[in-house]
């Protein structure tokens, strides 16, 4: 019911009311909802026009229509009355039917129309759009500010519209604690009775009582003995326990909520713990699956929360400026072991005093509507609202928000156990230092990055928190680029691939600039003539460039004496084909720079650096909760030999890291970074490897010597098979290769982009996943020319 509905585009203001489109709605196409109109009307510019929705439909009943999400700004008309007007994009809409046959109709009006009507003039302007007149829209800017990218604004029914008989129309909030294990279910009911159940994470019931509403209100409350506690990915489990309220046995009130606790140090560091425990957060800023239809699939949402948790990512950013999240969002999150972190929808402007109590009823909808999900960690008060204002040389007085100094954290104390911050970024609370400051409370930072740091300079910035941070224009993979583009020539200034270039607004330069910047630094070469001769090589060294300066940013972060809690790479996803900041693709697939950063982020992981004067520095992380022992080996070599083969027992407490420096392992100076440079250098390339007593081993390689322009000839690779669907390649190079790369079609290497130092081989497990039969493909490194065939009798 009310999934398939009629869509006309009209002028704006061509139709005051349905009755004057009587004679249209032959022509009308059709759309399955939820899904903006511009999955049927491929157009960038949706908001020039009026936009028309018509569904007609039966119920047997008296019932409430609830929308879920209406685009602003929206009227609703019921069997030719208007019954409701959205004030925000952001807020639910409800309204009453009674028995019979019925014919809904919506007009979105043309928000550039709506526009040009004068309001008051903000204390600063925002450099995220050109009309001033949207800090008055509750709306997303999607398809409104050129950095989200050149995408048609989302305009009508982007989520779900339930249906639900008047006579049971429940709705609930659930709130726990940890420590007691008290749970406690509050709501309203047209029903007379309630049965409450609740489910242990097993399934078995703890909790089958009934209720009586007293006025249309309830309130239910159980303690829950030793409850089982739900943690971050790589730190432990995901219980989840299940609360169900029910009339005449059916179920018309069902969701997951978890025990945990949340405490934020936020005098100096930014450290978030979990269950007492410090958390090293890392992932990505999020951006919607399908910015387009503005709704994903359940399946697609879990796919993309996959693909960052599978390489060790623990925390997402819902930014303000973008949307709130659909419902399978939150418990796809908190299945994973994947914190939120939930902007409020600001961004840039300043929010009008007149909105600030509609502002936080959005906040307070969302809260209650995920309340009880463990993944909601942080709540903060909109993507750059202090920074924008700072950054225009206003001063604290002048730039005083109500909204988020008072009506916003009071909203979060009442709706859940989240931790609140002003904005992101944020100085800490109480503290005279400005929010752009990288060094104190949360940050956002692109010291490496749109501000052209080198790589090194993370050490010197110290960045406590960064909840966006290394930002690039990050190409995707070549397969991509000729299935959207036709080929890597497009990687110079082709109009289709510039349309997709992330820049920030007004600027004379864009992220490629960014990149190649980089690209320079890491490798050395002419990034201009790489592009002329060969376009698929500049997009390669512009793909490792950034892998390169995430992993060593990360590597550094982690370290404990590092004082950073975490950090989150702006963004998670490309909105539309291109290099855009993603570290995803638009198809879903992860870039280079994910792999590459999955072995700084891996919950048990070793990272190998350059300590400069001190050494080569091994970084062993364990955030499980169990301790780890095995042997780490020390290995360095060049073309010539071994410099250095020694081998020593470890144990990684829980929640822990323990570091060495290569003079330690080994007894003796050798200087394997290379940093007095006595002479030549004593080795091209250091490995660590750590072979746990579990059979898991974790490895990292840093290559002291680069050395480009190397013969294939000089790489072995043995592919010996293991089962039907699984083989083993064993790679032996005789010089240190930088990142190297296996491309077997059908088939997934366990690792990928890593480095091989000289005579020792490497295994590398192949898993298939096709109908592909044998291992046929080919092993490339930026250091090689060429590629080396890789075959069953390779």
Not at 492 to 511: E, L, N, Q, T, V
Not at 618 to 642: C, F, K, M, Q, Y
Not at 770 to 784: E, N, R, V
Request: charged fraction near 20%; hydrophobic fraction near 40%.
């Amino acid at each position: 019911m009310l999934s398939r509905w009629q869509v006309l585009k009209t002028g704006p203001d061509a139709a005051a009311h349905p009755d004057d489109l009587t004679e249209n709605w032959d022509t009308a196409a059709v759309l399955d909802i939820p899904a903006a109109v511009a999955t049927i009307y491929p157009l960038t510019d949706t908001d020039d026009f009026d936009w028309w929705q018509r569904c007609r439909f039966a119920v047997d009943e008296s019932v409430h229509i609830e929308f879920a999400g209406l685009t602003f700004p929206a009227t609703v008309f019921l069997d030719g009355q208007q019954v409701a007007q959205t004030e925000s994009m952001f807020m639910p809409a409800t309204i009453e039917c009674t028995r019979g046959e019925h014919e809904l109709v919506i007009r979105f009006g043309s928000l550039n129309h709506w526009l040009k009507t004068r309001r008051p003039r903000g204390r600063w302007r925002s450099t995220l759009v050109g009309s001033p007149g949207l800090r008055w829209a509750r709306t997303t800017l999607i398809g409104r500010a050129p950095v989200y990218g050149n995408i048609a604004a989302p305009v009508g029914i982007w989520r779900p519209i339930s249906v639900i008989p008047s006579r049971i129309r429940t709705t609930a909030t659930i709130r726990t604690d940890a420590c007691t294990g008290a749970v406690t279910l509050t709501g309203t009911s047209a029903a007379d009775s309630l049965q409450i159940v609740l489910l242990s994470p097993g399934g078995h019931v703890l909790v089958d009582a009934t209720t009586t509403p007293n006025g249309g209100s309830f309130q239910f409350d159980t303690v829950i003995g030793d409850p089982e506690l739900w943690w971050p990915n790589g730190y432990g489990a995901q219980p989840q326990y299940r609360a169900s309220v029910r009339v005449d046995d059916a179920e018309i009130f069902g969701r997951t909520f978890g025990f945990r606790t949340v405490t934020v140090d936020d005098a100096a560091n930014f450290r978030i713990r979990i269950n007492g425990t410090p958390i090293f957060c890392r992932g990505a800023t999020w951006s919607p699956p399908d910015p387009i239809r503005m709704h994903a699939d359940d399946g697609e949402i879990h796919n993309q929360i996959a693909a960052f948790v599978s390489k060790g990512a623990n925390m997402i950013r819902v930014i303000g400026g973008i949307a709130y999240e659909q419902r399978e969002f939150w418990q796809a999150c908190a299945d994973a072991g994947l914190m939120v972190w939930q902007d409020a929808m600001l961004a840039t402007f300043d929010p009008p005093a007149e909105q600030g109590e509609l502002i936080a009823r959005e906040l307070s909808t969302v809260l209650d509507s995920v309340s009880g999900n463990p993944a909601l960690v942080v709540v903060s008060g909109g993507s750059e609202t202090l920074q924008q204002p700072e950054m225009l040389g206003l001063g604290a007085e002048e730039s005083a928000m109500e909204v988020i100094d008072t009506l916003l954290p009071t909203i979060v104390a009442e709706h859940s156990d989240a931790h609140y911050v002003r904005a992101s970024p944020a100085p800490p609370p109480g503290s005279a230092d400005l929010a752009i400051r990288p060094d104190t409370g949360v940050a956002h930072w692109f010291g490496v990055g749109g501000y052209l740091r080198p790589i090194a300079d993370v050490r010197s910035a110290g960045v406590k928190f960064a909840a966006e941070c290394l930002a690039f224009a990050n190409p995707p993979n070549p397969a991509f680029i000729e299935r959207h583009f036709g080929s890597a020539a497009v990687a110079g200034h082709d109009p289709d691939w510039k349309a997709a270039m992330p820049r920030d607004r007004g600027s004379s330069w864009d992220f490629e600039d960014i990149r190649d910047f980089y690209a320079h630094a890491v490798f050395g070469e002419d990034l201009l003539a790489v592009r002329r001769t060969d376009p698929g090589r500049y997009l390669q060294l512009g793909r490792l460039a950034i892998a390169a300066a995430m992993h060593e940013c990360f590597g550094y972060w982690r370290r404990l004496e590092s004082g950073c809690g975490g950090a989150l790479v702006l963004s998670g996803k490309d909105m539309q084909p291109g290099a855009g900041w993603g570290l995803l693709d638009y198809d879903g697939d992860a870039k280079p720079a994910l792999t590459v950063l999955s072995r700084a982020w891996a919950p048990v992981a070793v990272v190998v650096s350059d300590d400069g004067l001190s050494g080569i520095r091994i970084d062993i992380h364990n955030d499980t909760p169990e301790a780890r022992s095995g042997e780490l080996t020390v290995i360095a070599t060049n073309s010539t030999g071994t410099a250095v083969d020694t081998t020593r027992t470890i144990t990684v407490p829980p929640a822990s890291s323990i570091s060495f420096h290569d003079a330690e392992l080994s007894g003796c100076f050798r200087d394997l970074s290379y940093a007095f440079r006595f002479g030549p250098p004593t080795a091209d390339a250091v490995q660590a490897t750590v072979r746990f007593d579990d059979s898991s081993v974790v490895r990292d390689v840093w290559v002291v010597n680069p050395r480009g322009g190397q013969s294939v000839s000089l790489v072995e690779a043995r592919l010996t098979k293991e089962s039907d669907n699984r083989y083993r390649l064993e790679l032996t190079a005789e010089v240190a290769l930088r990142y190297v790369e296996l491309h077997i079609p059908g088939w997934t290497p366990a690792d990928n982009y890593f480095h091989l130092i000289a005579r020792v081989p490497y295994a590398v497990a192949l898993s298939q996943n096709s109908d592909q039969a044998t291992p046929t493909g080919s092993l490339t490194s930026i250091d090689l020319l060429g590629a080396l065939p890789i075959r069953e009798d390779s």
